[in-house]
């Protein structure tokens, strides 16, 4: 009995210090990584996160994909910046934003980012960059505000014919992603996921295979993702990135965003055209090219350019190619403005 009160006694020890670090350490991420940007209210006890650089109209506005934050546009932003006004948020549930409170589905971020902006004094005409599911959001906010759009770049934006319920065998993946979200959500209030993602990012990654390797093949799955597609992005990201995931909230959101995939699917697949907006597809050169049947879904002038050297991460694989796509639309709306007001 002596043995078990001391056993009981220690581990609630271990879990309140635990507590304790994620608290102290959360609450120095905060002030850390947040004087750059801004919250936005947007209604309903939501607030969003927004990071704005350059000057200049129109706004490049960016949308990363389904687990991301506006870290993954770090230097892509910066570089944008130098030629054009930019402004890049994190979504409702993920990074610095409050948690989301409707289903995480293009159109309810659409709208939410239309707020944003209002709410931010970012007028339009604005030229969208979206990338993967970031790149569906993108659609259905040029779908949903048209006079808005000046035009599009969409880095591999995400297939729905590839995700159920049209391809329903990756709900095995999805199911997968959503128990390790919410194993993830505990963890992440007692220290444990901030103790990971520190060792993972910055310093040996000893203690983080150890965690991971406690959560089984899938804890390792998602690890080595992590590893490989967050070592892509500039080193000085990476306190940052961990700062991110150490919050119970960003994993909680990531959940929502991975439930919400199906739906997603529904809404996407037989969305309209964009019409009379110019869209650049950017395809990675390791994925099968679009089919000129599935361009002309997306809209009615859309130009496909290939990535040779990218996977799926286009702008970290060759972020001068996505750079280089942005520059050319915003020299076009620049010509077009020229040519109107004479």
Same mark, same amino acid.
Request: hydrophobic letters at 45%.
């Given at each position: ?24 350490? !959360? ?27 350059? #000057?200049?109209? /129109? ?7 389904? !687990? ?28 610095? #934003?409050?948690?989301?409170?409707? !289903?995480?589905?293009? !159109?309810?971020?659409?709208? =939410? ?32 505000? $048209? ?11 995400? +297939?729905?014919?590839?995700? $159920?319920?049209?391809? /329903? ?34 310093? #040996? ?41 150490? +919050? ?10 991975? =439930?919400?995939?199906? &739906? ?7 969305? =309209? ?13 390791? #994925?099968? /090219?679009?089919? &000129? ?14 990535? /040779? ?7 970290? &694989? ?25």
């Amino acid at each position: 009995m002596v043995l078990l009160v001391s056993i009981f006694g220690l581990a609630a020890a271990l879990v309140l210090s635990g507590i304790v670090y994620q608290c102290l350490g !959360a609450r120095s991420d905060r002030r850390r990584y947040t004087r750059e940007g801004r919250w936005i209210d947007i209604g309903g006890r939501r607030r969003l996160y927004l990071l704005e650089m350059g #000057s200049g109209d /129109p706004t490049v506005l960016f949308e990363a994909g389904i !687990a991301a934050t506006n870290l993954n546009w770090f230097h892509i932003q910066e570089a944008v910046a130098r030629f054009a006004s930019t402004a890049s948020y994190d979504r409702c549930g993920l990074g610095w #934003s409050s948690p989301c409170r409707t !289903a995480r589905t293009p !159109a309810n971020i659409a709208a =939410e980012l239309h707020q944003l902006l209002a709410g931010a004094g970012i007028k339009p005409p604005y030229i969208l960059v979206g990338h993967s599911f970031g790149g569906l959001v993108m659609r259905r906010f040029a779908l949903n505000y $048209p006079g808005e759009v000046i035009s599009i770049v969409l880095v591999d934006p995400m +297939r729905c014919e590839e995700w $159920p319920p049209l391809n /329903p065998s990756k709900q095995s993946e999805i199911d997968r992603g959503k128990k390790l979200f919410r194993f993830a959500v505990p963890a992440a209030r007692i220290g444990l996921a901030r103790l990971a993602v520190t060792s993972l990012f910055l310093r #040996s990654g000893r203690t983080a295979q150890r965690l991971a390797g406690t959560a089984g093949d899938g804890g390792q799955h998602v690890l080595d993702r992590i590893k490989n597609e967050v070592g892509k992005m500039p080193r000085e990201v990476w306190p940052m990135v961990a700062a991110h995931w150490s +919050r119970p909230g960003n994993f909680a959101g990531m959940r929502s965003h991975v =439930e919400a995939v199906p &739906d997603t699917v529904r809404e996407m697949h037989n969305a =309209e055209p964009i019409r009379d907006i110019p869209v650049l597809v950017l395809t990675p050169g390791k #994925s099968t /090219p679009l089919s &000129d049947h599935c361009l002309a879904r997306i809209g009615s002038s859309v130009r496909q350019v290939i990535a /040779p050297k990218s996977a799926h991460w286009i702008h970290l &694989d060759q972020p001068d190619l996505v750079i280089d796509s942005i520059r050319e639309m915003v020299m076009t709306a620049a010509t077009e403005t020229m040519v109107a007001a004479d």
